[in-house]
Structures are given as C-alpha cells and as structure tokens.
C-alpha cells in the first residue's frame, strides 16, 4: 500500500522536496511513502518539523521522535522554533491561524534556501471534511465553501485516506508515530468540528 500512495506523475528525479513531519501517524505514513519512492526514483528529501512551542515537554518530545528518527535513516532534517503566542498577539488571530501562517512561512523560507521545489503535506480525507465546514461555518456559505487544494508546488497524497485508512497502514507497514494530545482538546475549533 505505501508505494501507491504517491502517484508517479507528482514525482521525478529532478525534484528537491521539502515534507512536513510533525511524528504524528499521517505524516509519518506520508515519510515512509516518500522513503520507498525515493528508492525507486532518487530525488532529494527533506524534513521539516516545526515546533510551535503550545504543548511543553510533549511538543519537544515529538520533535525529538523526529529528529532521532531522521537521524537513524540518515536523512536531511531541519527542526524549526516557531513563537506562535507572539504572533498571535501582534496581528490578533486566533492560536491556529497563527500555528498555520508561522508553519506555512517556515516552510516557504526552507524551500526558498535549499531550492526545494516541492512541498508535501500529510492532510487527509478527515482535514479536507473540517476545512470545508469551518468555511462554511465562517460564513463562506455553500458556494464559497471550498477544501484543501492541491498545487505543483504544495502536494496532499493522502486527501483521498481517511484518518482510519492512514493508522491501518502504519499498523500494516509498522510505522512508528506519537500522538498529539491536543488532537482530543474541543477548545481547538477544529478538533470541535
């Protein structure tokens, strides 16, 4: 199942790729597609972790999984700091949109200094259903309502996988990950929807 995750025409051997990994089981799945893709294809890889700092010593935990474990299979890592309560005070948004702009722009200023053309996220089935009722929610009414899009630059192969599809295959394949326990927190509009 991993190495049909990722489509042959989103990838070549020219590409200098750039993927989000947080340690939590989407991304990690998402990791190890990439790593046996990679075998097959040869571009270059590179994790990102950003650390927004919101969770204490579970935050710093997850960056160490991923760290240890980009280690171990010899594979470029950058760990970004990102100060998300400041942020979210000087242009007064709320906590998530500021951990989305301050991830987004870490990642924008990795690709722009590596010459990384791709980046790779690990949203889901499940994220697609959220974005598209918080937008709603929001006021963008029906028509306005509009889901996680997919670009040349920014690549989402798990959006056709539910949450539940993604943890079998890490079960299948034995893929290590941690869990977020903010993902359960209801005071996240988010994790309400």
């Given at each position: 199942?991993?190495?049909?995750?990722?489509?042959?025409?989103?990838?070549?051997?020219?590409?200098?790729?750039?993927?989000?990994?947080?340690?939590?089981?989407?991304?990690?799945?998402?990791?190890?597609?990439?790593?046996?893709?990679?075998?097959?294809?040869?571009?270059?890889?590179?994790?990102?972790?950003?650390?927004?700092?919101?969770?204490?010593?579970?935050?710093?935990?997850?960056?160490?999984?991923?760290?240890?474990?980009?280690?171990?299979?010899?594979?470029?890592?950058?760990?970004?700091d990102v100060d998300v309560k400041t942020l979210k005070v000087d242009k007064?948004?709320?906590?998530?949109?500021?951990?989305?702009?301050?991830?987004?722009?870490?990642?924008?200023?990795?690709?722009?200094?590596d010459k990384l053309n791709k980046l790779f996220l690990a949203h889901h089935?499940?994220?697609?259903?959220?974005?598209?009722?918080?937008?709603?929610?929001?006021?963008?009414?029906?028509?306005?309502?509009?889901?996680?899009?997919?670009?040349?630059?920014?690549?989402?192969?798990?959006?056709?996988?539910?949450?539940?599809?993604?943890?079998?295959?890490?079960?299948?394949?034995?893929?290590?990950?941690?869990?977020?326990?903010?993902?359960?927190?209801?005071?996240?509009?988010?994790?309400?929807?």
């Amino acid at each position: 199942m991993l190495e049909h995750l990722i489509e042959d025409s989103v990838i070549s051997k020219d590409d200098r790729i750039a993927v989000g990994v947080s340690g939590g089981a989407d991304s990690m799945v998402l990791l190890w597609a990439l790593l046996d893709k990679q075998k097959q294809v040869g571009f270059y890889l590179k994790v990102v972790n950003v650390n927004h700092h919101l969770r204490g010593e579970e935050g710093d935990s997850d960056t160490k999984f991923v760290k240890d474990f980009c280690e171990k299979k010899k594979i470029p890592c950058e760990i970004v700091d990102v100060d998300v309560k400041t942020l979210k005070v000087d242009k007064k948004l709320t906590l998530e949109e500021s951990a989305r702009i301050a991830r987004y722009d870490a990642f924008a200023k990795i690709m722009k200094a590596d010459k990384l053309n791709k980046l790779f996220l690990a949203h889901h089935k499940n994220d697609q259903v959220e974005t598209i009722l918080m937008h709603i929610f929001r006021g963008s009414g029906v028509s306005g309502a509009s889901g996680i899009k997919q670009s040349d630059y920014v690549v989402r192969p798990l959006l056709n996988l539910d949450k539940n599809e993604i943890l079998k295959i890490a079960s299948e394949h034995g893929v290590k990950f941690v869990t977020d326990s903010s993902n359960a927190d209801n005071t996240f509009s988010r994790n309400y929807v």
